[in-house]
């Protein structure tokens, strides 16, 4: 670090729960220097742990006005309940700060187009939370595909499977919920903890095109094994403005594990990613291969705070606008189809126990494949999707 130059000076709201990771993250910049830690903010008294201590001097507060006005940090990460982050982000931003905001930005475009005025009225910037838009094996895998290595490409499609526990519901008062107080949350598997799918999806989308790949039409079909108001397991299929069909088959409700495979079918052969791990495989690949390096959304913030021409962000709150009109577009849907009896296996106990979806992940699998809804293909427990077209 330049001498000459003070580190940026970071803030944290809602440091506990997911906080934690982004303080593990910043923990190493600011021991080096290349940051500053000044404030950590949560309505919860804030934990240490053994990766993220809280640094000395570092001041603790439980509103986020208050750390505002009296710390006036330069980057501002925001993690806290989605239906809060618009609310914050502007006070962030009319204080002077650019945002780390985690993801879903925001849960609507009307909220996307008044945080975007926000931003630009102050001059300042947002980075989206999608951090396997980091990754150098989705860089390779689309610029794969921007280059033709893949023929036509026919379908782009998304397969994870992965299990909460009872106690991840019961983890806050918005944990599972479509709304709290009147605002919406959409608290489901495709909006907050596998919107990596559909993210990664739309990514390679974009390189299809060179622009952001808008949604014209979606069919979804949700399913819940829990009295909770939001899906579970769900498949998405989109029609773009232009190019192929977009699907993503996500569960939370599986015995099975699968990271999050995301697989481009071309004209010239398919190619796969199993984003998490940044393991690829593309055409006349004899198998996967992992791809090292990943940007951390936060150094590369700070990187494009110093040359904001040459170092450009990875994930602007302008890319995730696709993402967010598909939110607007789920937000009409109906309630998901509860799913029980002999459909579902219940392990464990208390707050640990899980709750299977029997062969949920062949399901999600096929869908993918077939680039078809469970319902079209004769899964006896599918119900009728929801269709909606989308506004230009």
Known sequence: MNGSVPPTTVA???????????????????????????????????????????????????DHPTMLAATRPEVVVICTPPHTHLPIAR???????????????????????ELTDALAAAGRVAQVGFQALGSAALTAL??????????????????????RPDAYYARSPWAGRRSVDGRPVLDGALVNPLAHAVMQCLAVAEALGGAPPWPAAIEVERYRVRPIEVEDTAVLRVRLRAGPPVLAAVTLASAEFVAGELVVTGKSG??????????????????PRHVPGRQGLLENLLAHRIDPVGV??????ARTAPFTALLD???????????????????????????????????????????????EWGVPWATAPYRTELAE
Do not use: C
């Not at 398919?270 to 690949?285: C, I, K, W």
């Not at 450009?312 to 709150?317: D, F, K, M, T, Y």
């Not at 979806?357 to 096929?366: F, K, N, Q, S």
């Open 12 to 62: 944290v709201i809602g440091a506990n729960g997911h906080g934690h990771w982004h303080r593990r993250v910043i923990a190493p910049l600011h021991a080096d220097g290349r940051l500053r830690l000044v404030a950590l903010v949560d309505v919860q008294p804030v934990r240490d742990e053994r990766e993220a201590p809280v640094p000395p001097g570092v001041g603790v507060f439980t």
């Open 91 to 113: 006070d962030a931003v009319a204080a002077g700060a650019d945002l780390l905001l985690e993801k879903p930005p925001v849960l609507s475009l009307a909220e996307h187009h």
């Open 142 to 163: 689309t610029d794969a595909v921007a280059a033709g290595r893949l023929g036509t490409v026919t379908g782009i499609s998304a397969v994870a499977a992965w299990q």
């Open 270 to 287: 398919p190619a796969s990613l199993e984003y998490p791990t940044d393991r690829l495989r593309l055409p006349g690949d004899a198998a």
């Open 312 to 317: 450009p962000l990875i994930a602007p709150l």
């Open 329 to 375: 577009a789920l937000r009409a849907a109906p309630e998901p189809r509860l799913l029980d009896g002999e459909l579902v296996d219940g392990v464990g106990d208390g707050d640990q126990r899980v709750r299977h979806l029997r062969g949920v992940a062949d399901v999600l699998r096929a869908s993918a494949e077939r680039g078809a809804l469970p319902s």
